[in-house]
């Protein structure tokens, strides 16, 4: 289960489980990852204000609306420091309550909206693929599948929202995205044993 730190700090309503409910799953046999801090998966521009301070709200629109994609007209360094921040933060936050062991930390990133670089920005691919060992998308396409491998970005579904039930995986597992990204595979192809 990947979690959105902000969502279990209760910044976002009362919908979303809090850190009591959440910090019990690894209990239950769950394995906890990261999702995203306090707000990289807000919904912007209805964001807490701190997530906000220093962004141009008026830049953000239903194209561009990413925490971590856009700089909505911060310059590269500010927007490198608030990625780096949320992404710090949000690790330590969650480290604190998923029931981690010792020097243990979120190893997996699931890229909030399913959204990466896409190979465009190279200093995001890099910082994310130095700070997770892998980084699922729902976004990898035929284009972008060299920069998908070489930043270790995996294809992902998510289950839960209309149509996306068990039956939409089952159709959808012969996607050549879910192969772009593969150790082994090739995009169109079945993924061979031991690929990613």
């Known amino acids: 289960m ?6 279990a700090d209760g910044l976002y309503g009362s919908e979303y489980a809090p850190w009591k409910i959440v910090s019990a799953l690894p209990g239950q046999g769950w394995y906890l990852q990261l999702h995203a801090g306090k707000c990289g998966h807000a919904s912007l521009p209805y964001a807490p204000a701190t997530c906000l301070a220093g962004i141009d709200k008026a830049l953000i629109n239903s194209s561009h609306y990413q925490y971590y994609i856009w700089n909505f007209g911060q310059t590269d360094a500010e927007f490198e420091a608030r990625v780096e921040k949320d992404i710090k933060n949000g690790l330590a936050d969650f ?9 243990e930390r979120s190893l997996l990133f699931a890229a909030p909206f399913g959204a990466w670089s896409n190979g465009e920005n190279p200093w995001l ?33 998510e289950l839960g929202y209309g149509t996306q039930s068990a039956s939409y995986v089952m159709s959808n597992l012969d996607n050549p995205a879910f192969t772009r990204a593969g150790a082994t595979g090739t995009v169109g192809s079945a993924p061979t044993a031991g690929s990613g």
């Open 2 to 7: 990947f979690v959105v730190t902000g969502y």
């Open 95 to 103: 480290t604190r309550h998923a029931g981690f062991q010792a020097g």
């Open 125 to 157: 691919d890099r910082y994310l693929d130095g700070q997770f060992s892998v980084i699922f998308t729902q976004q990898i396409k035929a284009s972008t599948e060299a920069a998908a491998k070489k930043y270790h970005v995996r294809y992902r579904l």
